[in-house]
């Protein structure tokens, strides 16, 4: 039996969960350096080539994917990530983890001077086709590093300090800080609107997205189930 979500369906203007984690679950960012370059690959290929009629022209390989993928939210984890996005055609999300990946991992190797595969294997990505599960997935990726921040110095104030936690794209949802490539206005736009109702009545009450993903009893993973990383 294939492991969960290897298998992928794709549908052009899809939403997906993409995640990957490092071979035998090792670390594939080691330091401050491995998550910005990580990151700027993503800008790479999600934001508009710069006008310059006199720059050369790259590669296909190189190319912004900017206007077939949005990047909803992410969260870089010390041997995985998670990737919220949408594709605009069928192939969008393949070719643009393609191309991070590979790019990431000849980065990767050619700093710690090692040889071989850096992922697990192929991305995971499941489509996300339930507006309960659009929302909770965004939760569930910017809670990965709760337990990272458990076990720090700030121990019960976890929650609190998810803010401190820099390879998120929480930061950008809470306004303190702005990515041009993280979409952040649909997700954000069910706690804008008073008026928009969330079909999920376990969410009367829950006013803003911080309130959302702090103070939320359930378990966003629990609700997810086969959207989770395994």
């Known amino acids: 039996m294939p492991a969960k979500n290897v298998i992928k369906t794709y549908f052009a203007d899809g939403f997906y969960h993409v995640y990957n984690r490092g071979v035998e679950k090792k670390r ?34 190189y190319k912004s994917l900017h206007d077939e993928i949005e990047l909803l939210a992410y969260c870089l984890m010390p041997n995985h990530f998670h990737l919220l996005l949408k594709q605009t055609e069928t192939t969008s999300m393949a070719r643009f983890l393609q191309r991070v990946s590979t790019s990431y991992s000849i980065y990767f190797n050619r700093k710690y001077e090692r040889v071989g595969p850096l992922f697990q294997g192929p991305y995971k990505a499941a489509v ?15 809670l990965n590093p709760f337990e990272i921040l458990k076990a720090s110095p ?57 309130a959302f993903v702090e103070s939320y009893k359930e378990d966003s993973k629990d609700i997810l189930q086969n959207l989770a990383l395994d």
């Open 128 to 142: 996300i086709d339930n507006e309960n599960y659009f929302l909770h997935l965004s939760r569930y990726i910017h």
């Open 154 to 210: 700030y121990k019960g104030e976890a929650l609190v300090n998810l803010l401190n936690y820099e390879w998120s794209s929480y930061a950008d949802y809470l306004g303190k800080r702005h990515t041009e490539w993280v979409k952040t206005e649909m997700i954000l736009s069910y706690f804008a609107d008073a008026k928009k109702k969330i079909s999920d009545p376990r969410l009367k009450g829950i006013n803003t997205y911080q």
């Open 28 to 61: 594939i960012f080691l330091d401050k350096q491995d998550h910005v370059v990580f990151l700027a690959f993503l800008k790479r290929y999600l934001t508009p080539p710069p006008e310059d009629p006199t720059k050369t022209l790259e590669p296909n390989f």
